[in-house]
């Protein structure tokens, strides 16, 4: 199977550090808060189970007729996104920010200039309906790329334009997912615009995930080297209010 070196090397490097030791470890603060979490262990595990696996991708023909628009549906009343919607999104760029060297803002027609990726998968969500549907968008590993992670980064968060009350929805993804091959920048769904109702005009794609890590209405990716202090610190909308897991494997 082919895997990307990125991960390849990642995979070494958490190898060799697991190998240091019960001492080494507990004399890193960050990899100690790694590690010591039940919900940390089971990621790991989860990790070393699937490895660089692929999530399953789907044929055209098997495309559901009807994929639901769940959560918000739309991020009106966030005004800055609704001057861009009116503009059907022409003059509005994603802000890529944080721990990089090259900050980014990125139109539209920028983010398509890049080399695309489409894929057909099967999105599940926790309150128990599925769809399959088509996704095609730049690799975020490309856009990471441009900007240029700061060797401090170690997460992704990903700030989206809608909100539940007065609390924006956001989420958050590691640096291994962040590099996997299927982690794209939707903004074309089943061959046409991305809709309304799932995330005009950039949502994240995170295939190994369940679906509230596939955050909508992306304006800005913020990388950063911790989830602490970022509204609930628990890394997600959901995860700062409810018992789902941060890392919310298939
Ligand atoms: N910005 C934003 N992203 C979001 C949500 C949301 O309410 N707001 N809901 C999440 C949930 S729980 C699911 S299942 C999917 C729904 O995506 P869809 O509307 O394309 O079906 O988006 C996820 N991403
Ligand atoms: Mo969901």
Redesign the pocket.
């Known amino acids: 199977m082919a895997e990307p070196i990125s991960r390849r090397g990642l995979i070494a490097a958490g190898g060799s550090l697991l190998l240091a030791g019960c001492d080494k470890l507990n004399g890193n603060p960050a990899l100690r808060g790694l590690l010591i979490s039940a919900e940390d262990a089971h990621r790991a595990s989860q990790r070393l189970l699937t490895g660089g696996a692929l999530a399953p991708e789907f044929a055209e023909n098997q495309r559901s007729p009807n994929?639901?628009?769940?959560?918000?549906?739309t991020a009106a009343g966030n005004a800055e996104w609704d001057r861009h919607a009116a503009e059907n999104f022409a003059r509005w760029s994603l802000r890529v920010d944080g721990l990089v060297m090259r900050p980014l803002d990125l139109t539209l027609e920028a983010l398509k200039a890049l080399p695309q990726r489409s894929q057909i998968t099967r999105?599940d969500?926790v309150e128990g309906w599925s769809?399959i549907g088509g996704w095609t968008g730049p690799q975020l590993g490309t856009v990471l790329r441009m900007a240029s992670l700061l060797p401090a980064a170690r997460y992704l968060v990903f700030h989206?334009a809608?909100r539940f009350g007065p609390t924006p929805?956001y989420e958050s993804i590691d640096l291994i997912d962040a590099f996997h091959p299927q982690t794209i920048l939707a903004h074309t769904m089943n061959g046409g615009p991305l809709p309304t109702?799932?995330?005009a005009p950039l949502r994240l794609r995170v295939e190994r995930q369940l679906?509230?890590k596939?955050?909508?209405?992306v304006m800005r990716i913020e990388a950063r080297a911790s989830l602490a202090g970022l509204y609930g610190g628990k890394g997600g909308f959901?995860e700062d209010r409810s018992d789902y897991a941060w890392y919310a494997g298939i």
């Open positions: 994929f639901r628009s769940n959560g918000n549906a999105h969500c769809a989206c809608d929805y109702g799932h995330g679906g509230y596939q955050a909508k209405y959901w």
